[in-house]
């Protein structure tokens, strides 16, 4: 086939160094041949184009990623949660808490100064060995994911020049160590279905000591999940790398107090859903209360309680357990609601908390609660979302308000006690923040793009226990997701409890 000769139209730059150069500005013809394959093998061919798919699928699409789910969901019980990942190359599972008030994934590791060795979950705990690994690296303090964790205090640097960290728990534990980067394997599914055995590298910590409960065998896991937004989290690291959405979601079956729930990297999708936008340039999941309804009726609380500052605002957190209001609500919240069942119920102190000796369902009894958020966005919450069955009297239930107060304190804290029974979706490329009412033993859509209005994944699930891919995708619920109890405040590093 003769050479096909194209016009090219040549870039300003181009243009500009022609000139400079003292030459005319011409029209650019370049000619264009067609590649000679004579002789060349079919397995030959199929490097090349290997090579140039190579290029071509570094722009891959986003998948979604579900972890698995342990743990309980009584409060009153054990109250830990977490998941399981893989870690270096070969591949080590390890378990690990699931916390989004905090940002970094760290995990335990050799030589480990306090670290449990045995766990009354009845799981058995693993050390990530850096020198086992074939992919491993070293986070030095000159490099930029070392800088980044520095701004939002989440490393420290040493005379090593090794990026290290130190975090302190609200309950007076804490842990240290320093970063590496190796990769984290994981099933993703990604359009049609179609699940693939990926690996991404992300920046997580190497534990060398550990102080307070984090030493204690009964509970003791291998590390902490951080889910929060900032850099160094690991939703972060890869929705940046474009292996995941820039969002997670969880759905938490409350129903029976059996647990269960689904945790995924990408949008869970429902026609219901309303949302609320996220407070920038915040260390946690803040939004906008505005004001609370009891039985349709507004209560009386001044709108400076919700609002933010330093050391006030609204908090949504699967990772605290109960619910806490700040200080100046919490009366006229449990007075409403009082006064609504008063003729129904008797109240009970139990350990300082009000409660109440309840002869039939507290559905019957006890009002509806409406937490209204900026743009439009309520929350409606059951009796059984706000309220806890402790224990029995003569035969009477006893239930107490599951909504604490924070002495003190201008926070409010919405945890698994109202989250449950919802979908609820961090859009944290959106800014935002939604929830829909939803029986979460039911499967769910997941968006597999940014945007959340593309291609959808659902029907199959994910089988934890080996490598077998499934044609299709149905996210189901393995075990609540939540954490053990803990309270961020503002103004300190992250804080679990």
């Not at 335990?108 to 990530?128: A, D, H, V």
């Not at 006030?312 to 619910?323: P, V």
């Not at 309840?358 to 743009?375: C, H, K, Q, R, Y």
């Amino acid at each position: 086939m003769p050479p096909v000769t194209v016009a090219v139209v040549v870039s300003a730059f181009l243009v500009m160094s022609v000139a400079a150069a003292g030459g005319d500005v011409q029209s650019l013809r370049l000619t264009l041949e067609r590649a000679n394959h004579d002789g060349l093998e079919l397995s030959q061919l199929r490097d090349r184009d290997s090579i140039r798919h190579g290029r071509i699928l570094q722009q891959r699409p986003t998948g979604v990623v579900d972890f698995p789910v342990d743990g309980t969901y009584d409060p009153f019980l054990v109250g830990l949660y977490f998941t399981r990942i893989k870690l270096g190359t070969p591949p080590k599972e390890f378990y690990v808490q699931i916390d989004t008030g905090s940002d970094v994934l760290w995990v335990s590791c050799t030589s480990c100064s306090g670290c449990p060795t045995s766990s009354g979950l009845q799981i058995k705990l693993e050390f990530f060995d850096p020198s086992s690994s074939s992919t491993v690296s070293p986070i030095s303090c000159s490099d930029q994911r070392c800088v980044l964790g520095e701004e939002f205090s989440d490393s420290v640097c040493s005379n090593r020049n090794q990026c290290g960290y130190s975090f302190q728990y609200g309950d007076g534990s804490g842990t240290s160590g320093y970063y590496i980067s190796d990769s984290m394997s994981f099933d993703s599914v990604v359009g049609n279905s179609l699940t693939t055995h990926s690996s991404a590298s992300v920046v997580f910590g190497c534990s060398t000591s550990q102080t307070g409960d984090l030493t204690k065998p009964d509970r003791a896991v291998d590390g902490i999940f951080g889910f929060g937004q900032q850099g160094l989290s690991v939703i972060s690291q890869l929705s940046s790398q474009r292996v995941t959405p820039n969002a997670f979601s969880h759905c938490l079956d409350g129903k029976n107090g059996g647990g269960g729930g689904i945790l995924v990297l990408g949008q869970i999708v429902e026609p219901n859903m309303v949302y609320t936008p996220l407070l920038p340039s915040l260390p946690h999941y803040n939004v906008n209360l505005q004001s609370i309804a009891v039985n349709g009726q507004t209560l009386s609380i001044d709108s400076s309680v919700f609002a933010t500052s330093s050391n006030r605002g609204t908090i949504i957190d699967s990772g605290t357990t109960l619910a806490y209001l700040a200080d100046e609500a919490y009366d006229p919240f449990v007075d409403a609601i009082m006064q609504t069942a008063s003729q129904s119920v008797r109240p009970l102190l139990s350990k300082g908390n009000q409660c109440y000796v309840v002869m039939s369902s507290v559905s019957e009894i006890f009002p509806t609660v409406s937490l209204n958020f900026a743009g439009g966005a309520s929350m409606l919450l059951r009796p059984e979302d706000y309220l806890l069955q402790q224990t029995s009297v003569g035969g009477a239930a006893v239930w107490c308000i599951g909504f604490q107060k924070l002495q003190g304190q201008g926070i409010t804290i919405l945890g698994d006690l109202v989250l449950k029974d919802k979908v609820v979706v961090y859009d944290l490329a959106g800014q935002r923040i939604g929830w829909a009412n939803y029986d979460c033993s039911s499967p769910v859509n997941v968006s597999t793009s940014n945007t959340g209005t593309t291609e959808y994944v659902n029907a199959g699930q994910f089988d934890h226990r080996n490598s077998a891919p499934y044609e299709t995708y149905k996210l189901i619920p393995s075990m609540v997701i939540a954490l053990v109890l803990h309270i961020a405040f503002f103004g300190v590093l992250p804080i679990l409890l």
